[in-house]
């Protein structure tokens, strides 16, 4: 009965005629006897036959509800004299038992288009056949196809479930069922989503931009009836019915009229027509929400249309276009009716944002509506144009791109990357990355650039060139690559903020480093000169260790250098020459950590690549810096050497290609090793180059290793076209990394053999910049030393003793190329005083080599002096000034001299022997010897190796030591010439064995030798710590002989109470560790004390044991060297101006603060003393990053 009734071709219309009769329909399909009667099947039928002819029965009836409701909707609700439709529980149900009739995925529908091949599928309750599965599916979707027209089908939970099923957390039960029924001509998603707007629109977004393209279309077309009317035609009925044909050529009319397909009437250009769905509506619900934007997330919504722009489907772009259109409007009209409320908001200007994008849209229907695929890219940029002026005039800038980048990746239908791209530019445009004016990043910018910068990584490797679509209107640079200049002449302050940015990023990005790197040369193309000023900042001294150090920490630091070594890897061969003013710190940096010889690796960088210091690539660094050698070199080339010459083309094309070995192959390498090893042995500082000269390069110090001082100067050589006064500085930015890094103990060194192999700058105010930090050296040194125990020397203390060392390397080498201009001694006396602190060292417990640097430094000095006496003169005359801080009176160079001339060291001693023949060509003067006894101290000190090198003949040495004491006897003592008569004997080979004897009686018998015993016992001290055993000895010989020719004198007794208790100790408490000279000896000094006395019966022996019994060596004097060297190094700005000093332009720190820019420094080579130590103010809290102040004019070496 039901099958028949239902296929009654008069059914439908019975039933819309009579609305009493469509109730008891309603309520008989909805009844439990007819719904669980389908179940259990009836007489002569089957269950599956029952089933479906209740389907049919469900369907017959909806479509008669709709037909009676149609008909009527326009006249007045008291005509109804029933409600004819479903309820919301009624259609539930009906819902529930038609999804259950048939099961699900269904045989027969290609459900696996939709990508459901592992959906969990429900069976029906009934066994049905294949032909009955799908003609129950069909009727019971297009019931629920007009159910859904009433109002909600779905349960709370089922609510849910879709909601799950569209955000991907379920498996699609629902979704697939709907996008199937769709096929099958019902459409369910529109009016899904016209009664559940606030809790599917946003998934039904979200979706559209991630499903397949069949799937996409049926959400998007859903979505689109919610916002626009339909431009295509009505689906033409498929029932066999003539008067469904009727009804529907009447809507065809009507929709014709409604679009104004021949565009006869005058529109406004901000009308908003009704959407489709509120078009088609028929029933009054409560909860029916479509054309509400803010619903649906009104910038993912508008987001997504403006990507669809491209879709080359004509109803996809035109609905995409259209959907933008009213977002627009309606956002406007919200915004500028709630701007009315507020005094002083400026509605005259929203109000034209708006009128402009309508006009625009105006223009553009046309285009959009065509039926073409042709890509609309330039029409497409103008739409996202004025969307962006009209967002940005209402503040909606912000809330645009959180959606943006919450957004998957584009569909590739879309237009892709590229298209993302292009219209996300116009919008970047908009954004300010600081604010109020203010030159630092504002947190709301720095998290823009990192989100931009996320969204650029999206992009394939193949396509990332279409990422500078969006950072060339950020940085206000236009498609021709021409950037917007300030009112200061300079770039935006988002340049600057992109740049900071990139110093960060770049270093850690790994595989995104071509993201960078675009960037990075799309600022540099525009603003050349300032991007290669803040690209070069984070490789300068200033910034590693200098006063823009004091804002970064260390992972900052290492982070920047390496990013922007990376980005100048590729920049230096685009445009070399905005870097040519910044290619000393560039070289500077890249040759103080090229790759080194694994026995002298950076310490820091080594603990820092263990701990993994903000990815710092060091592995990395290496081939980059070989790479920024590389690529400098040639184009320095072609820019200054159009026709170089044989000798240069020939050692640059050779220099190229052992740094491509050192990239490729790793087999290059610097052996620092040994020149830094160098720096602590006086005398063999200077190595390979010195002159001036370059070493052969390709000779190998080690395996894979060359000469670092080679390849600094063939670099320089190379290169030094490039820039004027490359060489010179280059070493000023080299002296700033040799004075300042104390906190790399390895790039210091390395900085101070760079420089004692470039030479420059050489004047005053680098002498008084390297002055200074030895005495802070010596102050670091003395600390230690106090805190060392034992005698046992600590690293610390080692790393500071060998710091000290490089920097009077380079003291002395600053000396040599001072002299080659004037006369050093002259200029500078305080270099003799620095000489002469560094030879009373010895004496203060400090390391001899410190000794050996003061005695090559004053040998150099009275070398190159003209007048010696007149350099002792400036010496005499500069007492006061520059010795006032010795803790006992200055008594002459000689006495300082003891510790070399009794030294072990045969070249130590030899180059003292030498400086005391040269001061024997000075007149006799207080700064040689104080009191006239430059002949007594220097006869006492000298009579051992005297007697070891005379006889017939003596060595060459020891003439022109004996001839230097020749020179001046006659004048400086009494009894003079009885020593002259040994002496010349002794030129003659004539008593050597008797010499010992003969100076001891000439030093009793004609010097008054009692009251100078301080001479004998000082040298004695001396010996007993620098000289062998053997000297020693023989100073106790001379001792005893001292006494016996004294006759126990009792002031001699006492002068010499020190040795005989030394003496007396040897003898009467041997050790097998004492030497047997100096055992004899003591037992000879014991001897002639004890004969004395017996002989002379005089009392005075007692006086020999005032000394001190422990037997002690030298006593150490506490000399402050420290203080005396700050005290030469603040008095020596006044001697005198020095050649000046070349200096490179300072490019400015991106910093992190806001600071004021740093005053220009002094520059080295200048008159004016250089400043005192700066201490860089504690980083900030907080990280924010600011523009940095113009560079200064120059770059010097600064001072402590």
Not at 828 to 851: E, H, M, Q
Not at 1154 to 1166: G, N
Request: charged share 20%.
């Amino acid at each position: 009965f039901l099958r028949i009734l239902s296929e009654c071709d008069g059914f439908v219309g019975a039933l819309v005629s009579d609305h009493e009769l469509l109730a008891l329909y309603e309520t008989i399909t909805t009844s439990n006897d007819v719904l669980g009667y389908g179940w259990d099947g009836g007489v002569n039928c089957t269950p599956g036959s029952t089933v479906l002819n209740i389907c049919i029965l469900i369907d017959k009836v909806a479509t008669s509800i709709l037909k009676a409701n149609y008909l009527n909707s326009g006249e007045r609700e008291s005509q109804f004299t029933v409600c004819a439709r479903y309820d919301k529980e009624q259609r539930q149900v009906l819902y529930k038992w038609l999804r259950s009739c048939h099961s699900w995925p269904a045989r027969g529908v290609e459900y696996d288009m939709f990508g459901w091949e592992n959906m969990p599928g429900a069976l029906s309750k009934m066994r049905l056949s294949s032909a009955e599965e799908k003609a129950c599916f069909r009727y019971a979707s297009r019931a629920v196809g007009k159910m859904v027209q009433m109002g909600t089908v779905l349960s709370d939970n089922g609510l849910k479930q879709v909601k799950e099923e569209l955000l991907m957390d379920r498996p699609p039960f629902h979704i697939s069922w709907f996008l199937a029924s769709g096929e099958s001509g019902s459409e369910v998603f529109p009016w899904l989503l016209a009664y559940h707007t606030k809790e599917l629109g946003l998934p039904f977004v979200q979706r559209s931009c991630v499903t397949g393209r069949d799937e996409m279309k049926w959400l998007f077309n859903a979505i689109a009836d919610q916002l626009i009317p339909s431009y295509t035609l009505p689906k033409p009925p498929a029932t066999s019915v003539t008067e469904d044909s009727t009804f529907y050529y009447r809507d065809v009319g009507e929709w014709g009229v409604k679009r104004d397909l021949g565009s006869m009437k005058k529109r406004q250009l901000t009308d908003i027509e009704m959407s489709a769905v509120a078009e088609a509506r028929v029933f009054q619900e409560a909860d029916f929400t479509c054309a509400n934007c803010e619903a649906m997330g009104e910038m993912e919504l508008l987001f997504m249309s403006l990507s669809a722009l491209r879709d080359p489907d004509v109803v996809i772009r035109n609905r995409a276009f259209l959907m933008t259109r009213m977002n627009v409007l309606t956002l406007m009209d919200r915004e500028i009716g709630m701007a009315r409320e507020v005094e002083g908001s400026k509605i005259d200007f929203m109000t034209a944002m708006k009128m402009d994008f309508a006009k625009v849209m105006n223009g553009h229907f046309m285009a959009f509506s065509a039926e073409s695929s042709a890509v609309l890219d330039e029409e497409g940029v103008e739409v996202c144009a004025s969307v962006a002026d009209c967002l940005n005039s209402v503040g909606k800038i912000p809330n645009f791109f959180k959606a943006v980048f919450e957004a998957d990746e584009p569909r590739s239908e879309w237009g892709g990357f590229h298209w993302r791209a292009m219209l996300l530019g116009p919008f970047c445009g908009k954004i300010g990355l600081t604010e109020d004016g203010k030159e630092e990043l504002s947190e709301t910018g720095e998290t823009f650039v990192n989100n931009l910068f996320e969204l650029s990584c999206q992009v394939p490797v193949e396509y990332n060139a279409v990422c500078v679509y969006m950072w060339k209107p950020l940085m206000r640079i236009d498609a021709k690559g021409v950037g917007e200049v300030g009112d200061d002449g300079g770039a935006n302050p988002n340049v600057h903020a992109v740049v900071s940015f990139l110093l960060y990023v770049t270093a850690k990005s790994g595989k995104d480093m071509n993201v960078c790197q675009q960037i990075a040369l799309v600022c540099y193309k525009a603003f050349p000169q300032q991007c290669a000023s803040w690209f070069t900042f984070p490789l300068t001294f200033e910034m590693q260790y200098g006063e823009a150090s004091g804002v970064y920490d260390d992972n900052d630091r290492a982070l920047q250098a390496t990013s922007v070594v990376i980005l100048l890897s590729g920049l230096c061969k685009t445009d070399l020459i905005p870097l040519l003013p910044f290619l000393p710190s560039i070289l500077c940096f890249a040759l103080l950590k090229f790759p080194t010889a694994t026995r002298f690796i950076e310490s820091g960088d080594e603990s820092a690549a263990s701990k993994g210091v903000a990815s710092v690539q060091f592995n990395t660094i290496p081939t980059l810096l070989v790479n920024i050698l590389s690529g400098l070199q040639p184009l320095a080339l072609k820019e200054s050497r159009p026709e170089p010459g044989d000798d240069i083309t020939l050692r640059t094309n050779k220099l190229i290609a052992l740094l491509q070995a050192a990239k490729e192959h790793k087999h290059m390498v610097l052996d620092w090793g040994s020149s830094v090893a160098a720096l602590s042995k006086p005398g063999e500082n200077l190595g390979s180059g010195a002159s001036g000269e370059v070493g052969e390069l390709c000779v190998a110090r080690s395996f894979g290793a060359v000469d670092p001082k080679s390849f600094v100067l063939e670099v320089l050589t190379c290169l030094e076209d490039g820039v004027v006064d490359l060489k010179a500085k280059t070493g000023q930015e080299v002296l700033n990394w040799a004075l300042h890094c104390n906190d790399s103990h390895a790039t210091t060194l390395k900085a101070h053999v760079m420089y004692s192999c470039i030479g420059t700058p050489a004047g005053i105010g680098t002498l008084n910049a390297l002055t200074k930090e030895v005495a802070f050296l010596f102050g670091k040194l003395e600390e230690a030393m106090d805190q060392s125990f034992g005698g046992v020397k600590s690293t610390a203390q080692f790393n500071t003793q060998n710091k000290c060392f490089a920097a009077l390397n380079s003291l002395y080498r600053l000396t040599v190329e001072m002299g080659k201009k004037v006369e050093v001694g002259s200029v500078s006396p305080s270099l003799v005083w620095i000489a002469l602190t560094l030879l009373r060292s010895a004496k203060s417990g400090y390391d001899l080599r410190f000794f050996e640097y003061g005695l090559q430094l004053l040998n150099k000095l009275l070398v190159d002096t003209k007048s010696i006496d007149l350099l002792f003169e400036n010496v005499k005359s500069t007492r006061d000034k520059y010795g006032a801080l010795w803790d006992e009176s200055y008594s002459g160079v000689v006495p300082l001299l003891v510790p070399g001339l009794l030294s072990k060291d045969k070249q130590v001693a030899a180059d003292t022997r030498s400086l005391l023949v040269n001061l024997g060509k000075a007149k006799s003067s207080d700064e040689i010897c104080a009191n006239g006894m430059r002949f007594v101290e220097v006869l006492t000190v000298l009579t051992p190796f005297l007697v070891k090198n005379g006889g017939s003949p003596p060595t060459v040495e020891s003439v022109a030591v004996c001839r230097s004491l020749l020179s001046g006897s006659g004048s400086d003592f009494v009894g003079g010439s009885d020593v002259a008569t040994l002496l010349e004997a002794y030129l003659e080979g004539v008593g050597v064995e008797d010499m010992y004897q003969s100076v001891a009686d000439w030093l009793v018998g004609s010097c008054d030798f009692a009251g100078s015993t301080d001479v004998l016992v000082t040298a004695f001290k001396v010996a007993t710590v620098y000289g062998t055993s053997d000297t020693v000895a023989s100073l106790l010989h001379l001792a005893a002989l001292i006494i016996t020719a004294g006759r126990l004198d009792a002031e001699l007794c006492a002068g010499l109470s020190n040795i005989v208790t030394y003496a007396t100790k040897k003898v009467f408490e041997r050790l097998a560790t004492t030497p047997k000279p100096v055992y004899e000896a003591s037992l000879e000094v014991v001897q002639a004390a004890a004969s004395s006395f017996s002989y002379t019966g005089s009392g005075n022996f007692p006086n020999l044991s005032r000394g001190d019994r422990s037997g002690s060596s030298m006593e150490v004097l506490k000399t402050d060297a420290s203080a005396v060297f700050g005290q030469i190094g603040e008095l020596q700005g006044a001697e005198g101006a020095g050649a000046p000093g070349g200096g490179q332009p300072r490019p400015p720190p991106p910093k992190k603060v806001a600071a004021p820019p740093p005053a220009p420094k002094a520059a080295m080579d200048k008159s004016e003393p250089s400043k005192a130590r700066v201490v860089p103010p504690p980083p900030p809290t907080k990280k924010v990053v600011a523009k940095p102040p113009p560079p200064p004019a120059k770059v010097e070496a600064k001072s402590r």
